[in-house]
């Protein structure tokens, strides 16, 4: 295949080689492996963005309770608090963040949302995407190329490690959503490949060793705060790469150590709910309250 990679270190070179940028690399192939023209790639890709777009509104319109009882209504009061007080993080943040735990009540009430790569990461890149976009004025269309340089990097994540909680940790979860993220931002905001290869780089790094422990095994707690780091992980990375902040690490390695890191967590630290905060007294009598 003409424009295939499985490495950051061949998805840039393919960049440079055809003077393209990750999203144009990741469009062609799409259409290669598909068989689809690339303007019905970019349909389904356009599908995706609309329930995103969907899913970090909902949970500030509407008053949304899981099905497991643990989370709901954390959005709504976000917003009030933008509204109502200094923000700590700043108003940029508290959207993205909004959007990123909004979208994780959307999941746990059984509601539309994208994996991207897991539902249990989902609040993550529409949280980093749509809020930079809504915040600049980006296009539906620039969002859209933006989503293809995400997926760019969770193709080799996904080839070269995993995205799985129960396989990895939380670290392949919300690190590879993130890193998604990141890389998709850095492309929006004008960054070169390097760079947005960089961003993947840090944000895998900077949530290296995080374990998966949801509370009586739903994707709800300490899922939704973790995305919530997630999206600020990937904005910060962002933030650091098109300041010229680059890692020392290259990406291809950063995705083999995380993948290595997640093979040594003990089962009990992957998405069994037998360890962390999961395993702890509060988290086993949510437990037995929650299915007796």
């Known amino acids: 295949?003409?424009?295939?990679?499985?490495?950051?270190?061949?998805?840039?070179?393919?960049?440079?080689?055809?003077?393209?940028?990750?999203?144009?690399?990741?469009?062609?192939r799409e259409a290669e492996l598909s068989g689809?023209?690339?303007e019905e790639v970019r349909e389904k890709m356009r599908v995706s963005l609309n329930i995103m777009k969907a899913?970090?509104?909902?949970?500030?319109?509407?008053?949304?309770?899981?099905?497991?009882?643990?989370?709901?209504?954390?959005?709504?009061?976000?917003?009030?608090?933008?509204g109502l007080s200094r923000s700590v993080c700043g108003e940029l943040?508290?959207?993205?963040?909004?959007?990123?735990?909004g979208t994780m009540e959307v999941n746990a009430s059984m509601g539309l949302i994208v994996a991207a790569p897991t539902a249990g990461s989902c609040g993550i890149l529409p949280g980093a995407v749509v809020t930079i976009g809504k915040e600049y004025g980006f296009s539906d269309e620039e969002m859209i190329d933006a989503l293809f340089a995400a997926s760019a990097i969770g193709v080799i994540i996904t080839r070269n490690a995993t995205v799985s909680g129960a396989e990895g940790g939380c670290q392949a979860e919300t690190g590879?959503?993130?890193?998604?993220?990141?890389?998709?931002?850095?492309?929006?905001?004008?960054?070169?490949?390097?760079?947005?290869?960089?961003?993947?780089?840090h944000c895998l790094q900077n949530v290296m060793g995080l374990?998966?422990?949801?509370?009586?095994?739903?994707?709800?707690?300490?899922?939704?705060?973790?995305?919530?780091?997630?999206?600020?992980?990937?904005?910060?990375?962002?933030?650091?790469c098109l300041a010229g902040i680059l890692n020392i690490i290259p990406f291809d390695e950063t995705v083999a150590a995380m993948y290595k890191v997640g093979k040594t967590?003990?089962?009990?630290?992957?998405?069994?709910?037998?360890?962390?905060?999961?395993?702890?007294?509060?988290?086993?009598?949510?437990?037995?309250?929650?299915?007796?």
Not at 190 to 199: M, N, P, R
Not at 268 to 273: I, Y
């Open 93 to 101: 943040m508290n959207k993205a963040m909004v959007a990123a735990m």
């Open 265 to 292: 967590l003990p089962m009990e630290l992957r998405e069994t709910a037998l360890g962390g905060v999961a395993a702890t007294c509060t988290g086993c009598s949510l437990t037995t309250k929650i299915f007796g």
């Open 211 to 240: 374990v998966c422990d949801p509370i009586a095994g739903l994707v709800e707690a300490p899922c939704q705060g973790r995305n919530a780091i997630g999206v600020a992980n990937a904005l910060i990375s962002a933030e650091l």
């Open 36 to 38: 689809l023209s690339k």
């Open 55 to 82: 899913a970090t509104e909902r949970a500030v319109e509407e008053d949304i309770k899981s099905m497991g009882g643990l989370i709901g209504g954390e959005a709504k009061k976000l917003t009030k608090y933008r």
């Open 176 to 201: 590879a959503a993130a890193a998604m993220a990141s890389a998709g931002v850095v492309e929006m905001m004008g960054g070169s490949v390097e760079q947005a290869i960089h961003a993947a780089s």
């Open 1 to 28: 295949m003409k424009y295939n990679f499985t490495s950051g270190a061949e998805l840039l070179e393919k960049c440079k080689e055809f003077n393209m940028s990750i999203h144009e690399i990741c469009l062609e």
